[in-house]
């Protein structure tokens, strides 16, 4: 199979284990625990299950094989079904805290492997070239193919015919571990589609007890390097991630409306459609305009600054609007922020010194997790203080809002500073 081919499908495979994930385990876990705090406990748990992963992914990825990186990840993905199956079946949830653990190492290895792996691959396919904006576009497209299409099928799998059936039983008692059993059959699919190993020529394999140290060294070399446009890189992602990580936990299950099964999947297939679609113009935009070169530093910040801020101003509106808008522009809101990442990890890419690609996606993911767990306890601490433990959406726009503005400003000096003449 060739690389291309192989890497769409994983992609595929992973977005569709994420898109189950992500669309149900909020939902099932507020029928056995329904404090908002348990859901925050839950959202933390895998922050720091991805931030273990991004920091194992180095050593594993980077020093050691790829494809046993990418082969982890789906087999951590498999324990969280696994769990999540005996968090049901016990009414526990503790397991399902354990089962977002689990999930998070999974995603965590995957985000620093798979694109690590094409961009060395494609390298050492044409003779140092390396993956483009483009490539990393059309596997991100393929990934949330892979997720609408998990999430719309998850309530029909979690409650089954008929479809019409109200979704405001309490408790679990008439759910099927059917997602859960698609789930481990995804992560199968992945275990045997696993790429093949590829020589990592510029890296000398560690001793294989020292696999999990943490590679220190390696990241203040890609820090070297990077200097300020990785720093400038870092950033953007970390809070990009923050931004639509909330609304991927929220919005399934207590975002979007529906009463019935049949409703709330429609929902779910209509406001990740917005996703795919918009991934697809960019994918569009970057095979017209950048067909086989990356994009400049500069050309990359301006098109991330103006992406951000129509995001900002649709979920403004998405907050402050009529109910019935709500699904179409949150939609339209994060399927903006969702076409952001492979922009990012292409950035991040460029600064892979010496082969250190895994590394330096590995600084990006742990960026992203260490300001995801604590935003995520500033929350629960507020949550635990306030006059009421209710989880607030205006609240909580204000404050993503500021990152956002944050982020359009950095990202407007960094750009106007690539202007200037050296």
């Not at 799998?157 to 408790?171: F, K, T, V």
């Not at 409703?263 to 935009?285: E, H, K, W």
């Not at 301006?302 to 609007?321: H, N, V």
């Not at 306890?377 to 205006?394: C, I, P, R, T, Y």
Request: net charge positive; charged share 10%.
């Amino acid at each position: 199979m060739g690389i291309r081919a192989r890497y769409l499908l994983l992609c595929a495979l992973f977005g569709a284990l994420v898109g189950l994930r992500y669309t149900l385990d909020v939902w099932v876990l507020t029928r056995l625990a329904p404090e908002d705090s348990a859901v925050l406990i839950l959202v933390a748990a895998s922050f720091i299950g991805m931030l273990l992963g991004e920091v194992a992914a180095p050593q594993v990825s980077d020093h050691y094989n790829r494809s046993a990186a990418i082969t982890a990840a789906a087999g951590a993905q498999g324990c969280w079904a696994l769990l999540t199956i005996g968090g049901i079946a016990g009414n526990a949830p503790s397991l399902l805290y354990a089962a977002g653990l689990a999930f998070g190492i999974g995603l965590g290895l995957y985000h620093a492997s798979l694109d690590a792996w094409l961009d060395e691959a494609w390298s050492q396919k044409t003779d140092g070239l390396p993956a483009t904006d483009r490539h990393l576009t059309e596997g991100y497209l393929l990934y949330n193919l892979g997720y609408l299409g998990a999430a719309t099928l998850a309530f029909p799998l979690l409650y089954g015919p008929p479809w019409n059936a109200s979704l405001d039983l309490p408790g679990l008692a008439n759910t099927s571990f059917a997602p859960y059993l698609l789930a481990l059959g995804l992560a199968g699919g992945a275990i045997l589609l696993r790429p093949p190993r590829l020589p990592n020529l510029s890296i000398q394999h560690p001793d294989p007890r020292k696999l999990l140290a943490f590679p220190l060294r390696e990241y203040l070399a890609v820090l070297r390097y990077g200097r300020t446009g990785l720093l400038v890189a870092v950033t953007i992602g970390a809070c990009t991630n923050l931004l639509f990580q909330y609304i991927d936990y929220l919005a399934p299950a207590k975002l979007l409306p529906g009463s019935t099964i049949a409703d709330r999947a429609l929902n779910i297939f209509a406001f990740n459609l917005t996703v795919v679609l918009m991934v697809s113009a960019l994918g569009a935009y970057l095979a017209w305009r950048f067909p086989t070169e990356k994009l400049t530093p500069k050309q990359r910040a301006f098109l991330i600054a103006a992406a951000l801020c129509l995001s900002l101003s649709l979920g403004a509106a998405a907050i402050t609007g009529p109910s019935p808008a709500i699904p179409l522009l949150l939609g339209l809101a994060q399927s903006i922020l969702l076409a952001l990442p492979p922009l990012v990890k292409s950035w991040m890419l460029d600064y892979a010194v010496g082969g250190l690609r895994a590394t330096a996606l590995s600084l990006l993911g742990i960026a992203k997790r260490s300001l995801g767990i604590g935003a995520t306890l500033g929350l629960f601490l507020a949550s635990q203080h306030g006059s009421s433990k209710e989880l607030d959406n205006l609240d909580l726009f204000i404050a993503l809002a500021g990152i956002g503005g944050f982020c359009v400003l950095i990202l407007v000096v960094y750009a106007l500073s690539r202007s200037r003449p050296k």
